[in-house]
């Protein structure tokens, strides 16, 4: 009977504690315009684009091939500049800090998938996946042991030893997950992340990737042109032409 009463006024003040706790912004995007300049023809890639992004949410980007999405990630992540507005990560201007800080704020901060994995050809899947530690200067027996647990988390601790060649296309989209969340990453961006699977292995990497949305609370963008893979987001932003929608 006791331990009933404490479990109740125990969730009571943490629903206290919610209610009052403004949930936290990780992505402020403002106001911002890019437009790429190519052979006389101007292409605004975005054109106002306002995006809020909250601790834990996992958030689809869709829109038709060409709508800025690509462009928006990368805008996001600091790896491209916008023409004006202002890109804030938790709290953060990346566009204020030195290429040096901002290559080590991403790698401390960030984790990144790809269309195309991206995975290091020479380098077995446990190596890949150890490699953002490494970077980090973190001793070689952490970094193999915090990679083989990551590589158990994703289920593959069965093909730790086997190169990117060695693997199907699922199971190494689910290597570069790993390897993009090893530093425990604020945020991990997902740029088309099935878009070289076929539907089973895209449909298994959805699951990962809102399981370690929702047991994890990892915050998620990523960008898709599919339906299907974006109705799995918490939210969906639609673009079209550079804009949101
Ligand atoms: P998405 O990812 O939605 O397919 P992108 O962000 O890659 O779209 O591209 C948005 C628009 O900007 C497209 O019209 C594309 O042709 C153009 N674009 C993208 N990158 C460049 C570039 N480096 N130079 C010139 N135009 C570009
Ligand atoms: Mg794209």
Request: charged letters at 25%; proline letters at 3%.
């Amino acid at each position: 009977m006791e331990a009933t009463v404490s479990i109740v006024s125990k969730s009571r003040q943490e629903e206290q504690h919610e209610q009052f706790e403004p949930k936290r912004v990780i992505v402020g995007a403002n106001s911002l315009f890019k437009t790429y300049r190519t052979h006389g023809i101007e292409v605004p890639a975005l054109a106002d684009v306002t995006l809020t992004v909250m601790r834990g949410e996992m958030v689809a980007i869709m829109g038709p091939s060409g709508c800025g999405k690509t462009t928006l990630l990368n805008c996001l992540a600091g790896l491209d500049t916008v023409d004006s507005g202002s890109v804030l990560i938790d709290g953060v201007d990346l566009a204020r800090m030195s290429d040096a800080r901002r290559t080590d704020f991403r790698a401390r901060t960030m984790g990144f998938v790809f269309q195309n994995f991206n995975l290091i050809p020479v380098l077995s899947a446990v190596e890949n996946v150890e490699l953002p530690l490494l970077v980090l200067h973190k001793r070689a027996s952490v970094a193999r042991q915090a990679a083989r647990d990551m590589l158990n988390a994703v289920g593959l601790s069965h093909r730790e030893r086997h190169r990117p060649a060695e693997l199907s296309g699922g199971q190494r989209q689910r290597v570069a997950i790993a390897r993009a969340l090893i530093n425990e990453p604020a945020i991990v961006w997902a740029d088309e992340p099935t878009g070289n699977l076929d539907s089973d292995a895209a449909a298994e990497v959805m699951d990962l990737l809102a399981d370690l949305n929702a047991t994890r609370s990892q915050t998620l963008v990523l960008v898709t042109h599919a339906a299907d893979i974006g109705a799995r987001a918490n939210r969906i932003v639609h673009m079209r032409d550079g804009h949101i929608v």
